[in-house]
């Protein structure tokens, strides 16, 4: 990330392409995270939003009949999603997805496989 700021100054077309990458790593990594828990090899992603370049958050739906979810994930921690009837996991979801720069995960595909972030939320 150092050398993507350092010619960032320089106007090059490398550096952008550099950060955009490691928006896409980084929302991958966190959606990674949410497959990786019981019941998410199934997952499909709704509304999936990139905050200040580390949140992944979103809706989730584990194909488990409990309907989309919100979720929250930051880098090297478990996923957190909202479950019925848990406030605590409401109040989590809404403190790692608060503030910041929110960027647009989107996806060629429902599995959210082949994604882009984008610097717009829409």
Excluded: W
Aim: proline content about 4%.
């Amino acid at each position: 990330m150092i050398l993507a700021l350092g010619c960032a100054a320089c106007g090059g077309d490398g550096a952008a392409e550099t950060v955009r990458h490691d928006r896409a790593r980084a929302a991958r990594a966190g959606l990674y995270a949410i497959q990786a828990a019981p019941g998410g090899a199934l997952a499909r992603f709704a509304d999936v939003r990139l905050f200040d370049s580390k949140a992944v958050c979103g809706k989730v739906d584990g194909q488990d009949g409990g309907g989309l979810r919100r979720f929250g994930v930051l880098p090297g921690r478990e996923p957190v999603i909202e479950q019925p009837g848990d406030a605590a996991t409401v109040v989590a979801v809404e403190r790692i997805c608060a503030g910041g720069k929110a960027r647009a995960v989107v996806s060629r595909n429902a599995g959210y496989t082949d994604i882009r972030v984008e610097d717009h939320p829409g």
